[in-house]
C-alpha cells in the first residue's frame, strides 16, 4: 500500500456498529485498509465536505443525514470488518479547486490501493442506496422424470427461473456509463457489485454473480484504443473531467509500458493515435479548450480507430512538444477540393485546365474524409500525410498491383493572432479538423515538403 498517498489523503472513520455517527479523518491518522465507494451522484450531492463544514465532519457525521448510498456504504465497511472508507464527496473539499486537482490525479491510485470497492451498480443516484429491492422470484417448476423401457431411474427435474444476466445489471447502467467507472473498475483489486436482482464480485483472477455465472470483465491488457473508444461512450458531469478521469488508467499503464503519455494519446506511436474517427460523425466541442485538437479529449462524443491504421507504417516523423509538430519524411502540406457524398465527403481533384476542359476541369476522386463535428465548415482544408496502410499479402484477394492507401489529417490554417497579422503568411500552425484516406497514391509527389504544427 502507498503510505504516502494514505498520509495525503483523507478517509472516513466508519467507527463499530453501535456508532450513530462517523467522521471524516487525515490519512496520516488512519493506518491500515480501507475501502472505496463508486456510485452515482445523481442531480445533485446532498451531502459534501466544504471549506465551511470540514472542521465539523471531523467532529462527526450523523449517519441518518447521509444520503442513503453513503449510509449504507458505512455499514458495509463495517460489515467487512474495516475501519476506513473513501468517498469522493467527504473526503474531498469540493470548493477548494486545488485540492480537488491533486485529488482527481491520484484518483486512480486510490481505487488501485483500497482493500476492495463498493460498487452501487444499481443506483443512478446517491439516494437510491447499495441494497436494491428484490422483487420475488418465481418457484421453480417440476417437471417429472419418466424413464425409458430399460431404465429404472424415477423422479423429478426442475426447472429454475433465470437470475438477472450480468449486462443488465451492470454493463447496462447509468452506474457503469460513468466517465470515472471506467478507470474505478479496472485498477480496483477487488470489486463489489450491488445490482438489481444480483451481487456481482470481480477481482484480478475472476469474477461470477450470486448464480455462480463467470463474468467477462477488464484485464489490465486491455488495447488502450478499446479503452478509449469505451470511455468516450460514457458520460461525465463535468466536461473539464475528461482527461482527469482517465489519468489513475494512463499512469498504472505509464509504470508497465515504461512509455510517455501526454493528452490521452501515447507518444510512441502517435501516428496510430492521432488518426481517430468520430463514431457518429457529430462531436461537439466544449466551451473551454482542455487538449490539443489532434487529441480525442479535444471533443466530446464517441471515437474509434479504423483496423487497418493500428497496421498502418508511418509516413512522417512526429515529435510531441506543446503543442505537437510534425516534422515529414515526405510531403505532407497540400490544398483540398471538397464535395458532399454520402455521410462523409469525397475527395477530389481538379485535372487539367479550363481552356482544355472547361470551367472546371476534370475532377477526379482521390479518397474520402469525415469532418470530426459532422459538418462541412469554412475552408479552406489543408492534409497532413501520417501513415500508409499495409497492403495484406496474405489475403486471398492481393494484387501485387493493388496501390496502397494513406491515412492523412485534414487541416485548418490557425487564424492570425491579431488583425496586423498578414493572414497569408505561413506560419506554419494548424488545428485537426478531421481525417480520411487517400487512395491516389502519386497525389503527394508534386507536393512541397514542409513541416507544421498542429496545437
Keep these: ?73 458505512v455499514l458495509v465497511t463495517r460489515k467487512l470488518g474495516l475501519r476506513y472508507l473513501w468517498i469522493d464527496a467527504l473526503c474531498i473539499v469540493q470548493d477548494d479547486s486545488e485540492e480537488w486537482r491533486r485529488a482527481a490525479l491520484q484518483m486512480g491510485n486510490i481505487y488501485q490501493n483500497s482493500f476492495c470497492t463498493i460498487a452501487a451498480a444499481g443506483s443512478a443516484s446517491s439516494r437510491d442506496g447499495l441494497f436494491i429491492p ?33 449486462p443488465k445489471c451492470v454493463q447496462e447502467t447509468t452506474w457503469n ?47 488502450w484504443c478499446l479503452l478509449v473508444e469505451d470511455y468516450t461512450q460514457r458520460a461525465l458531469t463535468q466536461p473539464g473531467d475528461k482527461l482527469y478521469a482517465l489519468a489513475g488508467l494512463a499512469e498504472n499503464m505509464a ?47 464517441p471515437i474509434f480507430w479504423e483496423p487497418s491504421i493500428l497496421e498502418a507504417s508511418a509516413s512522417c516523423k512526429i515529435s510531441l512538444s506543446s503543442p505537437a509538430t510534425l516534422e515529414p519524411e515526405t510531403e505532407i502540406a497540400y490544398l483540398i477540393n471538397l464535395e458532399t457524398h454520402s455521410s ?10 479550363e481552356s482544355d476542359q472547361g470551367d472546371q476541369g476534370f475532377v477526379q476522386k482521390v479518397g474520402w474524409w469525415a469532418f470530426d463535428q459532422g459538418k462541412l465548415i469554412d475552408g479552406p482544408f489543408y492534409a497532413a500525410l501520417v ?51 487517400i487512395i491516389k497514391r502519386d497525389w503527394f509527389k508534386t507536393r512541397q515538403l514542409e513541416s507544421i504544427t498542429i496545437s
Design 134 to 166: 428484490r422483487h420475488d422470484i418465481d418457484a421453480p417448476v417440476a417437471i417429472p422424470y419418466v424413464p425409458g423401457p430399460n431404465q429404472v431411474a424415477k423422479g423429478e427435474f426442475y426447472i429454475y427461473p433465470a437470475r438477472h444476466t450480468f
Design 1 to 73: 500500500m502507498d503510505q504516502n498517498l494514505l498520509r495525503r489523503a483523507s478517509l472516513i472513520d466508519v467507527g463499530s456498529e453501535s456508532d450513530n455517527s462517523c467522521a471524516l479523518v487525515e490519512g496520516a491518522s488512519s493506518p491500515g485498509e480501507y475501502i472505496t465507494l463508486s456510485y452515482c451522484w445523481g442531480k445533485d450531492q446532498p451531502l459534501c465536505t466544504l471549506k465551511a463544514n470540514v472542521k465539523e465532519h471531523m467532529t462527526g457525521i450523523l449517519l441518518h443525514k447521509m444520503p442513503k448510498t453513503l449510509r449504507e456504504a
Design 387 to 437: 501513415s500508409e496502410n499495409n497492403n495484406n499479402t496474405n489475403a486471398k484477394s492481393y494484387d501485387p498491383s493493388d496501390e496502397p492507401s494513406y491515412n492523412a489529417l485534414i487541416l485548418k490554417r490557425v487564424p492570425p493572432p491579431s488583425e496586423h497579422h498578414d493572414r497569408y503568411h505561413h506560419d506554419g500552425q494548424f488545428s485537426r479538423v478531421g481525417m480520411g484516406e
Design 255 to 301: 509504470r508497465q509500458r515504461g512509455k510517455q503519455y501526454s493528452n490521452g494519446i501515447w507518444c510512441e506511436n502517435l501516428h496510430l493515435y492521432i488518426l481517430w474517427c468520430s463514431k457518429q460523425g457529430i462531436m461537439e466541442r466544449p466551451l473551454s479548450r482542455r487538449a490539443p485538437s489532434w487529441s480525442w479529449a479535444a471533443l466530446d462524443g
Design 177 to 223: 456509463k460513468r466517465g470515472w467507472v471506467l478507470q474505478e473498475r479496472i485498477l480496483s483489486r477487488r470489486i463489489i457489485l450491488f445490482a438489481e436482482g444480483q451481487t456481482f464480485f470481480e477481482c484480478q483472477r475472476s469474477s461470477q454473480g450470486e448464480d455462480r455465472v463467470p463474468l467477462t470483465v477488464y484485464g489490465a491488457d486491455w488495447d
Design 344 to 353: 462523409c465527403f469525397a475527395l477530389l481533384e481538379s485535372v487539367g485546365s
